[in-house]
């Protein structure tokens, strides 16, 4: 038979209010001068060499840091959806994160096909999610890979023959514009 062994019950730690003392000890312990922003560049001090030759010192050169590199360029791409959830089709998390469909307009821009024999065929808004159109031949559907997947996924990108742009990132059931 076996044995069942007491749940392991971690004791709740108790927070004691604030005393006088431990508010001035606070006070005292916090850095002086203005507390930079979250989202402003952090810059590293890179040093140069000077043309003359070795005998002259270094002039410092502000250059941004990888993170406010990546943020720049996060900012600068208007195609990237962030904080995107898309699953599988057994209703399981497949890939969470943001979601850059520059590739994918380039990807058509140069058209060039995904392997997907739906890729680049009419889509027919059959939902009718999206605005409808006289012309049955309006939109186009595209595949958007989903990474971590070895089948397609639900990603798709539509197009419209006036160049606005629609992705879904659940197979229809969905759309954010994006263009």
């Given at each position: 038979m076996r044995q069942r062994?007491?749940?392991r019950i971690s004791p709740r730690r108790?927070?004691?209010p604030p005393?006088?003392?431990r508010l001035e000890a606070s006070a005292t312990a916090r850095p002086t001068g203005p507390i930079p922003s979250p989202t402003a560049p952090r810059f590293e001090q890179t040093p140069t060499p000077s043309p003359a030759g070795p005998a002259r010192t270094a002039t410092p050169v502000r250059t941004p840091t990888p993170a406010a590199r990546a943020t720049a360029t996060r900012a600068a791409n208007q195609y990237l959806v962030r904080n995107v959830?898309?699953?599988d089709l057994d209703g399981r998390l497949a890939y969470q994160g943001d979601v850059d469909l520059g590739p994918t307009l380039e990807r058509i821009a140069?058209?060039?096909r995904d392997p997907h024999p739906n890729d680049g065929t009419v889509f027919q808004n059959r939902e009718r999610r999206l605005p409808s159109k006289s012309d049955g031949q309006y939109y186009r559907e595209y595949v958007?890979?989903?990474p971590g997947l070895r089948e397609v996924?639900?990603?798709?990108l539509i197009t419209g023959k006036d160049g606005e742009a629609y992705y879904t990132p659940d197979h229809y059931d969905t759309f954010?514009?994006?263009k």
């Amino acid at each position: 038979m076996r044995q069942r062994l007491p749940a392991r019950i971690s004791p709740r730690r108790q927070i004691s209010p604030p005393t006088p003392a431990r508010l001035e000890a606070s006070a005292t312990a916090r850095p002086t001068g203005p507390i930079p922003s979250p989202t402003a560049p952090r810059f590293e001090q890179t040093p140069t060499p000077s043309p003359a030759g070795p005998a002259r010192t270094a002039t410092p050169v502000r250059t941004p840091t990888p993170a406010a590199r990546a943020t720049a360029t996060r900012a600068a791409n208007q195609y990237l959806v962030r904080n995107v959830k898309v699953y599988d089709l057994d209703g399981r998390l497949a890939y969470q994160g943001d979601v850059d469909l520059g590739p994918t307009l380039e990807r058509i821009a140069a058209g060039i096909r995904d392997p997907h024999p739906n890729d680049g065929t009419v889509f027919q808004n059959r939902e009718r999610r999206l605005p409808s159109k006289s012309d049955g031949q309006y939109y186009r559907e595209y595949v958007v890979r989903t990474p971590g997947l070895r089948e397609v996924g639900p990603q798709r990108l539509i197009t419209g023959k006036d160049g606005e742009a629609y992705y879904t990132p659940d197979h229809y059931d969905t759309f954010i514009r994006i263009k």
